[in-house]
Structure formats: structure tokens, C-alpha cells
């Protein structure tokens, strides 16, 4: 089982430009989330999805922000356009389903926007 | 509303001894279920434990023992003998069967295990 895989590892951009996030959750897995990690604001939900559909994007800082799951193993995060305040560690993570089981997570992607 | 609170923002220890990080939770729910991650120097998030609302049982593993107590809402995690590997953010999340899959995570405390 090779977890769940985040590309890339790391990402600098200019603002503006968009920037997308990747994101292969484990196979099998029903549920996949993204979360992002800030100094100052901790670890929250941005959105998750539930067999490929979002069910909870409430999370989601704003308009600039989407996120797809074309299918049950891909998943994006896209930023655009990119802000310096989006700058922080995004997680990805699935689960075999909602609650019985822990959630694995990705490495994240630690994005910095200039 | 969901609320998990880590009143310990760092603690820092010397190695071998013990160690208990606290963690309080608020929920509405009866069914509920608390976890405990570890964040080590390198980022990634380590899943350790899932325990649900109706199981009050502690638990340990290895070195690590976890105490669930309803009656304060608290989910503490204790390290014993602690090491420096140790030395990590460790995050008490929360999640609600109403509220589906949604994990809620306290602000983490920062352990230094110190040689």
C-alpha cells in the first residue's frame, strides 16, 4: 500500500498564478479530504468528498479555491489566482469510510506564494 | 459545535520521563469519536488512535496509554519513558456522527523530549 500521495512536495509561485494541488488517496478508500495547516489558524477542513462527490466545501476560504475528484483515485485542489495568504501546508487524506476508521494523510504540499 | 481544546502549547521534558498530554473536548452528540495524530519534525501527519464515545476503556500501546474519561470530556494521551523520537506536535481530533465525516483538531502541543 503505497498511502496516500501528495504532489508536489513543495510549491513556490508568484501571486497571481494559479497553483494546483494533487492528490492519489488510497485505493479503496470512499472518502478523501483537504486540509490545510497555518501558523495561526491550526488544521481545518477546506472540503471532502464522498465516492468522487464533494459533500462538505464549507470550508473553503473563498471563490478562488476548488477542488475536483474526477475519479475515485485523483483528486486536485486548484488556486487561482494564488495570494500570499494562501501560503501554508495542504494535506490530503482518505478514509475507508466516515468515522470507524483513522484517516491516513498524505505528505502535503507546503505552498509559499510571493 | 464541535471544539477540541490542547491547553498545553509546548511542554519539554527530559528523556525517560513520563508525560501527559491533555486534551478536552465539546459535543453535542452522543456518538462520537476521538483520535490522536502525531505531527513528527518531518510533517507528516501519524494516525495513532481512534476511540469512540461508548468505549471508555484506556488503552495502551507499548509506551503510550491513552485515558478516555466522559464525565470531563477529556481524551489524555501519556507517554511513558518518553524518548527523543517522541519529540513531535501531537493533535486531539474530534468527529461527530452528525456531522459526518468532519474531524475536528485542537491546536496541538509541541513535545520536546530532550537528551
Known amino acids: 500500500d503505497a498511502g496516500v500521495i501528495q504532489s508536489p512536495r513543495h510549491e513556490v509561485t508568484e501571486m497571481g498564478q494559479e497553483v494546483t494541488l494533487r492528490c492519489k488517496p488510497i485505493?479503496?478508500?470512499?472518502?478523501l479530504f483537504w486540509y490545510r495547516q497555518t501558523m495561526m489558524r491550526g488544521l481545518e477542513l477546506l472540503i471532502y468528498?464522498?465516492?468522487?462527490?464533494?459533500?462538505?466545501d464549507s470550508g473553503m476560504p473563498e471563490d478562488r479555491f476548488s477542488a475536483k475528484m474526477p475519479n475515485a483515485s485523483f483528486s486536485t485542489l486548484k488556486i487561482q489566482p494564488s495570494e500570499p495568504r494562501d501560503s501554508a501546508v495542504y494535506f490530503c487524506?482518505?478514509?475507508?469510510?466516515?468515522?470507524?476508521?483513522?484517516?491516513?494523510f498524505g505528505s502535503g504540499t507546503r505552498l509559499t506564494v510571493v | 459545535a464541535q471544539k477540541v481544546t490542547q491547553a498545553q502549547t509546548e511542554i519539554s521534558v527530559v528523556e525517560k520521563e513520563d508525560v501527559t498530554l491533555d486534551c478536552v473536548y465539546e459535543?453535542?452528540?452522543?456518538?462520537?469519536?476521538l483520535f490522536w495524530y502525531k505531527q513528527p519534525p518531518s510533517g507528516e501527519l501519524v494516525f495513532l488512535i481512534r476511540?469512540?464515545?461508548?468505549?471508555?476503556q484506556n488503552e495502551i500501546s507499548g509506551r503510550y496509554s491513552w485515558n478516555f474519561q466522559k464525565s470531563t470530556s477529556s481524551f489524555n494521551f501519556t507517554i511513558t519513558a518518553s524518548q527523543v523520537v517522541d519529540s513531535a506536535v501531537y493533535f486531539c481530533?474530534?468527529?461527530?456522527?452528525?456531522?459526518?465525516?468532519?474531524?475536528?483538531f485542537g491546536e496541538g502541543t509541541q513535545l520536546t523530549v530532550n537528551p
Open positions: 481530533a474530534l468527529s461527530e456522527e452528525t456531522s459526518g465525516s468532519r474531524l475536528t
Open positions: 476511540r469512540n464515545s461508548f468505549d471508555e
Open positions: 485505493s479503496g478508500h470512499d472518502y
Open positions: 487524506a482518505s478514509s475507508r469510510d466516515s468515522i470507524n476508521y483513522g484517516y491516513t
Open positions: 468528498f464522498n465516492n468522487n462527490v464533494p459533500i462538505d
Open positions: 459535543t453535542r452528540d452522543t456518538t462520537y469519536y
